[in-house]
């Protein structure tokens, strides 16, 4: 039976158009991974998962979840992608780019992830409409990511 063995949640600004997610040990961005998450909302290279938001005025909500086996997909998520990850140091960081970082720890290991998105059309349409520079706090975590991880097997 698949079961969740750990939740975190927070809200993350998408500073320079997203977030980064990495191993401790990994703190080199790599820009080739820009373009792909650019065209599926993101992309990862086994050590570093790039994620394009909707929009880049209002924080999105970010919950990541460790897992015993692969979990069931989520329902009514606009995407996901699929992609390994690996978490040597049991440190993941999440990277507001230049705005900064924090680290959640979790298991060491070899993982599945996925990354599944809602709210980017909620959110893309509310920033076309806004007609100043920032929107209402109301709104944060209209984009909302679930980044799933399970051991590989």
């Known amino acids: 039976m698949t079961q969740r063995l750990s939740q975190y949640q927070a809200l ?6 997203g977030f980064d997610l990495y191993d401790a040990d990994f703190d080199v961005r790599d820009d080739y991974l820009i ?44 995407g996901y992608q699929e992609m390994p990850m690996e978490i040597p140091t049991g440190l993941l960081v999440i990277s507001e780019r230049t705005r900064g970082a924090r680290d959640i720890t979790i298991p060491k290991g070899t993982y599945n992830s996925r990354i599944s998105f809602f709210g980017r ?27 799933q991880m399970w051991p590989t097997l």
């Open 12 to 17: 993350v600004m998408p500073d320079y158009g």
């Open 35 to 78: 373009k792909p998450a650019r065209a599926h909302g993101a992309a990862g290279n086994g050590r570093e998962v790039c994620v394009v938001c909707a929009q880049t005025r209002q924080e999105v909500e970010l919950v990541v979840e460790t897992w015993t086996a692969e979990p069931p997909l989520l329902d009514n998520c606009e």
């Open 121 to 147: 059309t909620a959110a893309r349409e509310m920033a076309d409409k806004a007609v100043s520079t920032s929107l209402s706090s109301d709104h944060e975590g209209t984009e909302r990511y679930i980044f």
